[in-house]
């Protein structure tokens, strides 16, 4: 029987959910691909791979998908990942250049920009090279591990999940395993073992990134562990249901679906 095809994202915040596929025992469960967040979603949604760590928002726009459960890529408080950067204040952009790679931070930040800073610039995708957004445009978001690299000194920066918690008191969750119906996995609880490998394997994963990314092994690993929170609570359920429904309520997403995930018994 083949191996099922499964899509990672390549930044460094998804390392430790995968890093079980890619260093340890689960590597020859599936066959692996690596692409952004929002291409692993297109490729889940052409049938073109089985299982996707995918942007939340995803969910409520690709048909037959279950979410795998207890595990995500989500923040508390602050994600520092996932930026709006401005040369004028939130309330007075105009124009916004947006790295597309992920469609849930760019609904998140329509979200927040309508009712938190009540703005509503013109939005471009653009390939996220901050200083060249910001060239064009009043704005620039950015994600990954590109806004855990720029440099922001002399701009209004915001930070998304900060921004989320003030206005709505919760957490908030940028992505999760997904899989599609007709695929069911046998190794349901590898998902899980792969994070606990990622887990015991912080070092190795945070000593690699920052002589890669050219960040301290501090940054990385404070990132990791205080800023990234790798679990799907109730609490963070919640932030996830608001979000879909504030989505629906500003014409994001045509209709909210109820959350469902895989039976993993």
Not at 128 to 141: E, H, I, R, Y
Request: aromatic fraction near 10%; charged fraction near 25%.
């Amino acid at each position: 029987m083949p191996k099922l095809k499964l899509s990672i994202v390549y930044y460094l915040n998804s390392l430790p959910l995968s890093w079980g596929f890619i260093r340890g025992q689960q590597r020859e469960l599936f066959e692996l691909d690596f692409s952004p967040p929002s291409r692993c979603a297109d490729l889940l949604a052409e049938g073109k791979v089985d299982v996707g760590l995918i942007p939340t928002i995803e969910y409520q726009r690709i048909p037959d998908l279950k979410i795998i459960p207890g595990l995500s890529v989500a923040s508390k408080f602050r994600v520092k990942s996932v930026l709006l950067v401005s040369k004028v204040p939130a309330k007075n952009i105009k124009t916004l250049a947006a790295d597309s790679s992920s469609r849930t931070s760019v609904c998140l930040l329509k979200i927040l920009l309508r009712s938190r800073f009540k703005a509503e610039p013109f939005i471009q995708s653009r390939s996220p090279n901050l200083n060249a957004m910001l060239q064009a445009n009043d704005a620039a978001l950015i994600i990954g591990d590109v806004a855990l690299k720029a440099k922001t000194d002399g701009l209004f920066t915001y930070d998304l999940a900060t921004e989320w918690l003030s206005q709505t008191h919760k957490p908030f969750v940028f992505a999760f395993w997904a899989v599609r119906s007709s695929a069911q996995p046998r190794n349901c609880s590898s998902f899980q073992d792969s994070y606990e490998y990622g887990k015991s394997q912080l070092e190795a994963i945070v000593t690699e990134q920052s002589k890669k990314l050219g960040l301290s092994e501090a940054q990385v690993l404070s990132y990791l562990t205080q800023n990234i929170d790798y679990s799907l609570d109730r609490e963070n359920l919640e932030g996830l249901v608001l979000f879909y429904k504030l989505a629906r309520e500003y014409r994001l997403i045509n209709s909210f679906r109820e959350l469902e995930f895989l039976e993993t018994s």
